[in-house]
């Protein structure tokens, strides 16, 4: 159960790294909110998935899902730039995650 809250908790920070961008550096107030909730959501399921899993292991999945969703959500609803180079890297973070968790 650990490891869906902590993927969860993953996807909160994709949430809130796009919904960054959409605050217009904390300007716009429903932006601002909604990113400000989805930080306190992504920390406190972090906090949670931390109890039964190693806090190394944890931090690491949770920054690299939320790594990997950002590029991809920046790719898909912002336009960035898509390249093999882009690609390659996020599926090495992705296998890195892979990696942690068949080692926990």
């Not at 599926?91 to 942690?100: D, E, K, N, T």
Request: glycine residues 12%.
């Amino acid at each position: 159960m650990a490891w869906i809250i902590l993927f969860i908790a993953g996807l909160f920070e994709v949430s809130w790294a796009i919904g960054l961008k959409y605050t217009e550096g904390f300007t716009r107030l429903w932006p601002t909110v909604w990113t400000v909730l989805t930080m306190v959501i992504s920390l406190w399921l972090l906090g949670i998935a931390m109890k039964s899993l190693p806090v190394g292991t944890a931090y690491a999945v949770w920054v690299g899902v939320g790594a990997a969703g950002t590029v991809l959500m920046g790719i898909i609803l912002l336009g960035e730039p898509v390249n093999a180079t882009r690609l390659i890297s996020i599926a090495l973070i992705i296998a890195g995650i892979i990696g942690l968790k068949l080692a926990a």
